[in-house]
């Protein structure tokens, strides 16, 4: 059977635009949206809202500023995309790995994207630029790369199933996967989420972004929304976010093997509504910890810093946030009361977190003989 020409898998009049990689577009990102700010306009990404967003497509400028440890997570994982292809390519599809978009034309493979800009005729305010599009006979597939400095996902983050939603939309397709590379140790855990959308799903996203697009062209053109007309639009873009991911919770995400059916319990009810709870405390965790870690940072300009209690007492020989650990004994000696707080633990170190928990607990040192507070 011969090979359906690539042009008829996609969208009818695609534009397949080179451009350069990274930052070196050749054009202003803010003339539309791309497939990472879906999730923002889906009110999917508590980190970066539709309101956020829409201030920036406004007005042209980023309200986001990273931090240098952040930074250097996103240059990492833009460093590995080609890895993270590489081997999702090998182990989940057994397909080979190209950086030619025309070999797909050919041949079964998976083609690293980099510097490839898709536009589709029907959706004037959307862009495509992604990381990976494999063949497998007539069927196309888009391939997400992330990596992930964390343990794995019990779930795939909402706003990154929005950003392939979002690409299948723009360049026509229904099928794709997230490629994720958790940097565990001893070493790298790969793994592999796929899903299949429906026409539904993805004209669910298509019609919140259409919606939002209005929006930024309304303000550009000179109108100026109240708070509430603000606050609506976030609403039922939110609507729309909840809508969309209710139905890929319900039938997109595919799982290996079999589908175990199970008769809910008591028990059952009770541990997934307990998992929502804690679900949502860890976001705020991490966020945490991510704070603790820049300012640990910005107290410590090298590894090897040492960290002193008030009165000069060594607490760790490397900084915090490099050895994740204190020294028990040492805090005992400076006076800190942690006996509370790991009475369970033989160990002679403890974790850095809880520590620190312990630091800021106690009064300043000149309201108590022996204390220690931080700043």
């Given at each position: 059977?011969?090979?359906?020409?690539?042009?008829?898998?996609l969208?009818?009049?695609?534009?397949i635009?080179?451009?350069?990689?990274?930052?070196?577009?050749?054009?202003?990102?803010?003339?539309?949206?791309?497939?990472?700010?879906?999730?923002?306009?889906?009110?999917?990404?508590k980190?970066?809202?539709?309101?956020?967003?829409?201030?920036?497509?406004v007005?042209?400028?980023?309200?986001?500023?990273?931090t240098?440890?952040?930074?250097?997570?996103?240059?990492?994982?833009?460093?590995?995309e080609?890895?993270?292809?590489?081997?999702?390519?090998?182990?989940?599809?057994?397909?080979?790995?190209?950086?030619?978009?025309?070999?797909?034309?050919?041949?079964?493979?998976?083609?690293?994207?980099?510097?490839?800009?898709?536009?589709?005729?029907?959706?004037?305010?959307?862009?495509?630029h992604?990381?990976g599009?494999?063949?497998?006979?007539?069927?196309i597939?888009?391939?997400?790369?992330?990596?992930s400095?964390?343990?794995p996902?019990?779930?795939?983050?909402?706003?990154?199933v929005?950003?392939?939603?979002?690409?299948?939309?723009?360049?026509?397709?229904?099928?794709?996967?997230?490629?994720?590379m958790?940097q565990?140790?001893?070493?790298?855990?790969?793994?592999?989420?796929?899903?299949?959308?429906?026409?539904?799903?993805l004209?669910?996203?298509?019609?919140?972004?259409?919606?939002f697009?209005?929006?930024?062209?309304?303000?550009?053109?000179g109108?100026?929304?109240s708070?509430?007309?603000?606050?609506?639009?976030?609403?039922?873009?939110?609507?729309l976010?909840?809508?969309f991911?209710?139905?890929?919770?319900?039938?997109?995400?595919?799982?290996?093997?079999?589908?175990?059916?199970?008769?809910?319990?008591?028990?059952?009810?009770?541990?997934?509504l307990?998992?929502?709870?804690?679900?949502?405390?860890?976001?705020?965790?991490?966020?945490?910890?991510?704070?603790?870690?820049?300012y640990?940072?910005?107290?410590?300009?090298?590894?090897?810093?040492?960290?002193l209690?008030?009165?000069?007492?060594?607490?760790?020989?490397?900084?915090?946030?490099?050895s994740?650990?204190?020294?028990?004994?040492?805090?005992?000696?400076?006076?800190?009361?942690?006996?509370?707080?790991?009475?369970?633990?033989?160990?002679?170190?403890?974790t850095?977190?809880?520590?620190?928990?312990?630091?800021?607990?106690?009064?300043?040192?000149?309201?108590?003989?022996r204390?220690?507070?931080?700043?």
């Amino acid at each position: 059977m011969a090979r359906a020409p690539m042009r008829e898998l996609l969208a009818k009049d695609l534009a397949i635009v080179e451009v350069g990689d990274g930052d070196q577009w050749g054009m202003d990102r803010n003339d539309g949206i791309g497939g990472s700010e879906a999730g923002s306009v889906l009110g999917l990404n508590k980190y970066h809202t539709a309101l956020d967003l829409l201030q920036e497509k406004v007005t042209r400028t980023s309200l986001r500023e990273f931090t240098e440890a952040q930074q250097l997570r996103l240059d990492v994982g833009h460093a590995q995309e080609a890895l993270v292809l590489k081997t999702f390519a090998r182990r989940e599809l057994g397909l080979a790995y190209t950086t030619s978009l025309g070999d797909l034309e050919h041949t079964d493979a998976l083609a690293h994207l980099g510097s490839w800009l898709f536009v589709n005729p029907r959706f004037k305010f959307a862009f495509a630029h992604v990381d990976g599009l494999y063949r497998l006979g007539d069927e196309i597939g888009i391939v997400d790369a992330k990596t992930s400095f964390r343990d794995p996902w019990t779930e795939v983050p909402e706003y990154y199933v929005a950003q392939l939603a979002h690409y299948n939309a723009v360049l026509g397709g229904n099928v794709g996967y997230i490629a994720a590379m958790f940097q565990v140790p001893p070493y790298p855990l790969p793994m592999e989420y796929r899903f299949d959308f429906t026409p539904g799903q993805l004209s669910l996203v298509m019609a919140a972004e259409a919606i939002f697009w209005e929006s930024v062209t309304g303000i550009r053109a000179g109108k100026s929304p109240s708070d509430h007309e603000l606050a609506e639009l976030e609403s039922r873009l939110g609507e729309l976010g909840e809508e969309f991911i209710s139905g890929i919770d319900a039938s997109a995400i595919q799982a290996k093997g079999e589908v175990e059916t199970i008769r809910a319990t008591g028990r059952d009810i009770e541990a997934l509504l307990r998992y929502r709870e804690l679900k949502g405390q860890s976001r705020l965790l991490y966020a945490e910890i991510d704070a603790i870690t820049e300012y640990l940072n910005r107290r410590t300009s090298s590894p090897e810093a040492r960290f002193l209690a008030p009165d000069g007492t060594e607490l760790a020989k490397k900084a915090p946030v490099a050895s994740r650990e204190l020294d028990r004994d040492a805090l005992v000696e400076a006076g800190i009361a942690i006996e509370e707080f790991y009475a369970a633990s033989s160990k002679n170190r403890l974790t850095t977190t809880k520590a620190l928990a312990a630091l800021a607990s106690r009064p300043e040192p000149n309201k108590a003989a022996r204390g220690v507070a931080m700043r």
